[in-house]
């Protein structure tokens, strides 16, 4: 587009790739996140300094925090995502089971209402609320997304510590410690809809994307569009996440998430995402839209050049996220020097890195060193050329997750498309990847 580029980066960040590769870079402080990329005065004035006219807020941190929205407004600096005032309708997070019930839209059963731990009284409710909703329960931190922080309890012993755990989270990463409480769904998939919306009320929706295979609540591999969905089922979700983009007046891109029963055909509303995902390239490459381009021309006043009769999928796509974790040790991160790196080449592959050889993987962040993603005209073939590129792949001198893509792609419930989130689970996926890591030493 012509736009120039500048990067904010923490002490840790100083030799990333997006440092090297922006036209302008400005460091904002130590590795801690509330001293760097949460640190909102810090990054507003490096956008006064070098006389920026629009902040993208990328994956984390501030990107779904409308505080930050709204100090971007009155600065009279264009935030590429949602106004604050949309973003205030869904957070806490908490605040959009309200909204969905409003639109007859099903929510996940639980609790409505913001909890704090801070008191005696405090926790006392949290246990009254998970008791009343039923064990399982899930506690989630209300200023989050992206399945951060979120804990699981499966008796009031758990319920103290994953309290206790989803505060300290939810502080450290969002600057919130409230949280909110939901029943804990198992045998689900995890399906999102991709939303873009302009500032004239006009408003598409991109299709599905099937992102249910986790670890802890952290997607793994997703695809798009998702093999087991209906026709019917696929219209009804995507009218309720346009619906729900209409009634919060949302601009820009937004997701809406829903947990889907095989079993049941039901679905629920999970949460929705007021910014860019991580998996937003399966749905461009199935959809040929260049999601971040059009935040941007959203963001500048432009109206939507596509509507929902021009959006036709073609083909197939997945992604495989590849991270910095020993799969064998419980996905124990594994931060270290990149000796050697090979990325793979061929038809219908994309590749979106942050990494380079000689790089050190810092400890204080997220794992994630690449997404490899392919497209075929098929789900056969997408698989087929990903099993390629994960093959090809080659990154030495720290542990990767290789070896577990290596195994989902040969698994039979994976290539049947039935699988579900408890997918890593049920499949003794870590039991194979250790394995297969004692057989490789002998």
Excluded at 164 to 172: F, N
Aim: charged share 25%.
């Amino acid at each position: 587009m012509g736009i120039n580029t500048v990067a904010v980066y923490s002490e840790a960040d100083a030799d990333s790739l997006h440092v090297r590769l922006a036209d302008e870079s400005y460091p904002i402080g130590p590795a801690e996140t509330v001293q760097s990329y949460l640190n909102a005065e810090k990054i507003l004035e490096v956008a006064r300094k070098c006389k920026a006219d629009a902040i993208h807020p990328g994956y984390g941190f501030l990107a779904e925090n409308p505080e930050f929205v709204e100090m971007c407004e009155q600065q009279g600096l264009t935030f590429i995502g949602p106004p604050s005032q949309a973003m205030y309708k869904v957070k806490p997070k908490h605040a959009a089971r309200g909204l969905m019930k409003l639109l007859n839209i099903p929510v996940v059963p639980g609790h409505d209402h913001i909890l704090l731990n801070s008191t005696t009284e405090g926790f006392l409710q949290v246990q009254k609320v998970a008791k009343n909703i039923g064990y399982p329960v899930i506690v989630k931190p209300s200023g989050g997304g992206g399945g951060i922080g979120m804990t699981i309890a499966h008796n009031p012993e758990e319920l103290g510590k994953a309290v206790h755990s989803v505060e300290g989270r939810g502080r450290k990463v969002f600057g919130v410690s409230s949280f909110y409480v939901e029943k804990y769904l198992s045998n689900i998939k995890h399906i999102e809809f991709q939303v873009l919306a302009d500032k004239f009320g006009n408003v598409i929706h991109l299709g599905e994307r099937d992102c249910s295979i986790q670890r802890r609540f952290q997607k793994l591999i997703e695809e798009a569009p998702c093999s087991i969905l209906s026709p019917h089922l696929r219209m009804k979700m995507g009218a309720a996440a346009l619906d729900i983009a209409l009634a919060m007046k949302y601009v820009n891109a937004m997701t809406v998430e829903f947990f889907y029963i095989p079993k049941t055909q039901e679905y629920y509303f999970n949460e929705v995402n007021t910014r860019l995902q991580v998996e937003h390239c399966v749905t461009e490459l199935v959809t040929d839209v260049d999601i971040v381009k059009e935040q941007i021309k959203i963001a500048a006043g432009e109206k939507l050049s596509l509507t929902q009769d021009d959006i036709a999928r073609r083909g197939w796509a997945i992604e495989c996220r590849i991270t910095a974790e020993n799969v064998a040790y419980n996905f124990l991160p594994s931060p270290g020097r990149i000796s050697g790196l090979h990325l793979p080449h061929g038809p219908g592959l994309r590749i979106d890195e942050g990494i380079y050889e000689g790089y050190n993987i810092p400890f204080y962040y997220d794992p994630l060193l690449c997404k490899l993603m392919t497209w075929g005209k098929t789900r056969e073939e997408a698989i087929l050329r990903m099993k390629r590129a994960i093959n090809e792949t080659r990154i030495e001198g720290i542990e990767t997750n290789l070896p577990f893509h290596r195994i989902v792609l040969e698994n039979d419930e994976f290539n049947s498309g039935q699988y579900t989130t408890d997918f890593i689970e049920k499949q003794q996926i870590i039991k194979k990847v250790r394995e297969q890591a004692r057989e490789a030493k002998k």
